[in-house]
C-alpha cells in the first residue's frame, strides 16, 4: 500500500528546496550549490529532486555558468499540494502483486484513501507565499533585496 506518509521525507526536502528558492531568488538563478549548502543535502540528491519538480512545472531550469533554478510561477501560485502531486507522480510503485488481505483492502485502504484526500485538501490552501511569510516571522529568511522599481 503506497501513499502520502511514505514519501514523508522527500515531501519536506522537496518543501524546504523550493522555499529556499523562493526565498533567495531574484535577478539571477539559485544555483543547487547553494541550495544544497542551506539545507545540509548533497548536491546530487537535490539535483534529482529539482529536476522532478522541473518536469512537473513547478521550477525552471537556467543552464550555463550562473545557471540554477527559478520557480515557474508566482509564489502565490505554488502550493504544497502541488508539490505533493508532483513528487506522487514519478514515485516508484511499491505494491506487489498479491492482493491485500481484506482487512486491509476492506478497512485500512479506504482509510487511508480518505486521510490522503484530507491532507492534499488542507495542502492546497498552504501557498509558497505563506511560508515565505512564515520564514520571515521566524526569522528565516534573508534580507530583502535592495531592488529600486523606480522608472
Known amino acids: ?62 543552464r550555463g555558468p550562473k545557471g540554477g533554478y527559478r520557480l515557474a510561477r508566482e509564489r502565490r501560485r505554488i502550493s504544497l499540494a502541488d508539490l505533493l502531486l508532483a513528487l506522487r507522480g514519478e514515485r516508484a510503485d511499491t505494491s506487489s502483486d498479491e492482493p491485500a488481505p481484506p482487512l486491509v483492502a476492506d478497512v485500512l485502504a479506504p482509510l487511508w484513501a480518505e486521510l490522503e484526500a484530507l491532507i492534499v485538501e488542507r495542502l492546497a490552501a498552504v501557498s509558497l507565499e505563506s511560508l515565505c511569510e512564515r520564514a520571515v516571522a521566524a526569522g528565516r529568511a534573508p534580507p530583502p533585496p535592495d531592488i529600486d522599481f523606480v522608472i
Not at 502520502?4 to 524546504?16: D, K, P, Y
Not at 550549490?33 to 522541473?54: C, I, N, S, W, Y
Open 1 to 62: 500500500m503506497t501513499g502520502l506518509f511514505g514519501a514523508e521525507r522527500r515531501f519536506q526536502l522537496a518543501v524546504a528546496a523550493v522555499l529556499d528558492i523562493a526565498l533567495h531568488g531574484g535577478r539571477e538563478p539559485v544555483q543547487s550549490k547553494d541550495t544544497a549548502a542551506r539545507l545540509g543535502l548533497p548536491r546530487r540528491h537535490l539535483e534529482q529532486l529539482m529536476q522532478q519538480l522541473v518536469r512537473a512545472g513547478l521550477l525552471k531550469g537556467v
